[in-house]
Nanobody, 121 residues
Framework: QVHVVESGGGLVQPGGSLRLSCVAS????????VDWYRQAPGRERELVAG???????NYADSVKGRFTISRDNAKNTVSLQMNSLKPEDTAVYYC???????????????WGQGTQVTVSS
């Protein structure tokens, strides 16, 4: 079993900051990549930021320069530092991990349950 859990969401004023965390736990052999997605009401889920196994990062144009994705390998944790938040950043943020479990062969996708981020004055 592999579990992915997000935390750190909440209500923040425009211009403020939040730090989201994603922890992967369970029977994990390795984590190849971790991405953050978000979904606002009435909109499709979109990729916000990604971190590959080689440390390569990618960001949606809408968050470049404001969001930073980073990884703590020792803790199997990936964080998303969000600065200069805007009302349009309001969404449920999901962590997605590509994991090789210890119990079965192959690369599998795991999703967290999501954490709400609301940017409002």
């Amino acid at each position: 079993q592999v579990h992915v859990v997000e935390s750190g969401g909440g209500l923040v004023q425009p211009g403020g900051s939040l730090r989201l965390s994603c922890v992967a736990s369970g029977s994990i052999f390795s984590i190849n990549a971790v991405d953050w997605y978000r979904q606002a009401p009435g909109r499709e889920r979109e990729l916000v930021a990604g971190l590959g196994s080689g440390g390569i990062t990618n960001y949606a144009d809408s968050v470049k320069g404001r969001f930073t994705i980073s990884r703590d390998n020792a803790k199997n944790t990936v964080s998303l530092q969000m600065n200069s938040l805007k009302p349009e950043d309001t969404a449920v943020y999901y962590c997605h991990a590509k994991v090789i479990p210890t119990s079965i062969s192959g690369l599998f996708d795991y999703w967290g349950q999501g954490t709400q981020v609301t940017v409002s004055s």
